[in-house]
């Protein structure tokens, strides 16, 4: 049987252009990290997911996803969720509106798609709460340029 279209045309069909940190970020300790940059204009974001590639540690961690423009004030996208103890495999990811809660499900667990999210030039990172985190997540990011020459690269 010859397929007709591959699944990697048809998630762009449906969901823009894919990006990816190659192995995971490791978390960052009571800060934000960088974890994609937005050039170029405006981009309307259809999914942003995490997996979890190194067990989550320290005391009670957070996360959070922070929209910091170029030009302007930082927003928190999500509103944080703890992340402590989540097993290699977990999932993360943006769920309904700007300003919801992070979903974090366990190994095995799907992860809703987020309602699209316009972000402006500048970076999307992540925020954890806790000094002594540990731990890393790959992030995949999906998104449609709304400015001409806008693009997404991972940090």
Known sequence: MTTIIQGSQLRKLLYGTAVSNAA???VPQNAT???FTVT???VLVTGLFGKV???IAGTTPSAKIVSTPTTGTAVDVSSATAI???EVGALL???GTVGTALNVQNAGAGAALP???QIPVGTLGLNVSAADATGAIQ?????VPLDDGAAVTAA
């Open 33 to 35: 990290s960088t974890i």
């Open 40 to 42: 170029g204009g405006r």
């Open 115 to 117: 309602s699209a999210i």
């Open 93 to 95: 990811g943006l769920a």
């Open 24 to 26: 995971g970020k490791t």
């Open 53 to 55: 590639t190194t067990v």
């Open 84 to 86: 402590t103890g989540k």
């Open 139 to 143: 992030w995949t990011l999906t998104y």
